[in-house]
C-alpha cells in the first residue's frame, strides 16, 4: 500500500509505502510497465538485502506471464574485486540465484572480478555498456555511508566504471555476508556516477530502520556532495521507494 507520493526538489519522486513487500511490489509494477514500453530496455541491476524480495516478486511475475525479459539486456552495477565468479558472496552468484537463472533474460553482463587487470576490465565494461546505449532503467540501493552502487563518500567522484577500495564502513556492513573463514574483498569495481547518470530513469529502493537516518540527509533539501545518493537529486527522473520503517515511521 502507497501511503504518500512527495515530489523532492524538481525532479525526484519520493514513494513511501506501508512495508517493505509493498515497496517490492510498487517497484516490480514500474518493471512491468517499462518492459511493455519498451522490451529491448537496458536495465541496470543492483544486489544486496534491498533487491531480494523485488526480485522474488519479478521471478514471481515472470513464472505468471505478467512479464517478459527475453528482448531485454542487463548490466549490473558492480562486483567486488578480486573474487571468483563461482564464489557464493559474488554478486555474479547472487544475481543468478535471485533472479537470472529462473528468468528469460536475453543477456547480462556483471564486471568480472576475476578479471586479470582490473582497469582494463573497468574498461572493456564502460564499452560494453557504451555499445547498449547505456541504462534505460537502473536500479540502485543506497549504502549506510550513503554510497550507490560502490561510488563511496569522496571529495570528488569518478564518472567511468572504476576500480575503488571500499571504505570501513561498506566493508563492515557487508561482513554480514561473509563466514568468518572466507576472505572478504575490500577492492570493488563499479559504474561511476557518470554511467549511473546517463540512465533515463532511476529508482531507488530505501527499506528498514538502518536506513533511516540516510534517508533523512537524502530528502532534507541540500545536496551533501560527501553523500554520493544525494547527487540523484541533480536526475532528472528519479523515483525513491520507501518503506515505513526506512522514512522513520
Ligand atoms: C550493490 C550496491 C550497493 C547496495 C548498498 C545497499 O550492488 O550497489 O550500493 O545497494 O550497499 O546494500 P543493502 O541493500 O544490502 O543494504
Known amino acids: 500500500m502507497t501511503l504518500l507520493l512527495v515530489q523532492i526538489g524538481r525532479n525526484m519522486k519520493k514513494i513511501v509505502c506501508e512495508t517493505y513487500e509493498d515497496v517490492c511490489n510498487h517497484a516490480a ?43 531485454a539486456q542487463s548490466f549490473n552495477l558492480d562486483e567486488y ?14 544475481m543468478r540465484k535471485h533472479l537470472f ?31 547498449a546505449g547505456g541504462i534505460d532503467l537502473m536500479l540502485l540501493g543506497i549504502g549506510v555511508n550513503g554510497h550507490i552502487g560502490f561510488n563511496e563518500p569522496s571529495v570528488s567522484y569518478s ?20 563466514n568468518s573463514d572466507e ?3 575490500t577492492t570493488a569495481l563499479t559504474m561511476g556516477i557518470g ?12 527499506t528498514g530502520e538502518a536506513k533511516v537516518d540516510i534517508a533523512k ?10 553523500i554520493p545518493a544525494c547527487l540523484l537529486l541533480l536526475h532528472p527522473d528519479v523515483t525513491v521507494i520507501l518503506d515505513k520503517a526506512a522514512n522513520g515511521g
Open 183 to 185: 576472505h572478504q574483498p
Open 195 to 206: 554511467q549511473i547518470f546517463k540512465s533515463k530513469k532511476i529508482i531507488l529502493l530505501i
Open 29 to 71: 509494477d514500474i518493471y512491468v510497465r517499462q518492459l511493455k514500453e519498451k522490451p529491448e530496455t537496458v536495465l541496470g541491476l543492483a544486489t544486496g538485502s534491498t533487491p531480494v524480495g523485488l526480485y522474488k516478486e519479478l521471478v514471481r511475475r515472470y513464472k505468471s506471464g505478467e512479464i517478459d525479459f527475453s528482448n
Open 159 to 178: 564518472l567511468e566504471t572504476h576500480h575503488i577500495n571500499l571504505t570501513e564502513s561498506s566493508i563492515a556492513a557487508n561482513s554480514r555476508f561473509f
Open 101 to 131: 537463472d529462473y528468468i528469460n533474460i536475453g543477456k547480462f553482463q556483471i564486471p568480472n572480478g576475476s578479471a586479470e587487470d582490473a582497469n582494463a576490465e573497468c574498461a572493456r565494461y564502460e564499452a560494453e555498456l557504451d555499445a
Open 81 to 94: 574485486y578480486p573474487i571468483d565468479p563461482s564464489h557464493s558472496q559474488s554478486y555474479d552468484y547472487f
Open 217 to 226: 540527509k537524502l530528502f532534507d533539501g541540500k545536496i551533501h556532495t560527501d
